[in-house]
């Protein structure tokens, strides 16, 4: 169930995708595996530390999505966020289904040009709300019904509900699959976007708007 933000896909998200690229061939960045093996592929260390410039931009970009400027100049107004690059190889075969709660909102941002598009984001949903399962099981994932997939598409960014389950559908990929990953753990403002949509009501009779009709 979405608590805080809509899903949303936005194509051509940055204006320089292969200066990111790039940037993320950087010999500046170290790599590291999971240490439990909860997620594939390696990481790089937080984006804020490798060039906290970039990382306040792209951070404005995603704010800028859902927030006016006027919003985010309030003396309120506050957000907590880490993001990294992340590069899975290509033998892996699918991800494990998981949901990123606590944290408020997940980004995907896919760089690999030229890139398999089953090896995009799918959101599912449980069989059964009173299945109890763990990633690690064998058979975690056939516990779940895939509701949306999003193709893997050169700079493209998906956003969505961090309560949300969800996983890379297809990795099975000739090369390596290269994202930039965020989470949104916290932002202290009025209203979230899916609070806001649910504070509209539907009119009265005598409350509908007049509208002319051409």
């Known amino acids: 169930m979405m608590i805080n933000f809509p899903t949303t896909v936005i194509d051509d998200y940055f204006e320089d995708p292969h200066g990111v690229y790039k940037l993320a061939q950087s010999d500046k960045i170290t790599w590291f595996r999971s240490g439990n093996g909860a997620w594939p592929g390696v990481r790089s260390q937080p984006i804020h ?32 966020a880490t993001s990294f690059f992340q590069r899975i190889e290509g033998d892996w075969s699918t991800g494990w289904i998981h949901s990123d709660h606590p944290d408020i909102c ?20 449980k069989k059964s709300l009173n299945t109890e399962s763990k990633w690690e099981d064998v058979k975690h994932n056939e516990g779940f019904v895939e509701e949306t997939f999003v193709a893997n598409k050169f700079n493209r960014a998906i956003a969505f509900d961090s309560h949300l389950w969800h996983g890379a559908k297809d990795l099975n990929n000739t090369e390596e699959r290269l994202t930039i990953v965020t989470f949104i753990h916290s932002i202290v403002i009025d209203s979230k976007p899916i609070s806001r949509m649910r504070q509209v009501q539907l009119f009265r009779d005598s409350e509908q708007p007049k509208l002319d009709v051409v």
Do not use: Q, V
């Not at 995907?108 to 959101?123: D, K, M």
């Open 49 to 80: 530390e490798l060039d906290n410039a970039f990382f306040t931009y792209m951070m404005k970009k995603f704010l800028y999505t859902f927030y006016t400027h006027d919003n985010l100049m309030k003396s309120n107004f506050s957000f907590e």
């Open 106 to 125: 997940t980004k995907i941002i896919y760089l690999t040009p030229n890139a398999n598009p089953e090896s995009g984001t799918s959101i599912y949903s």
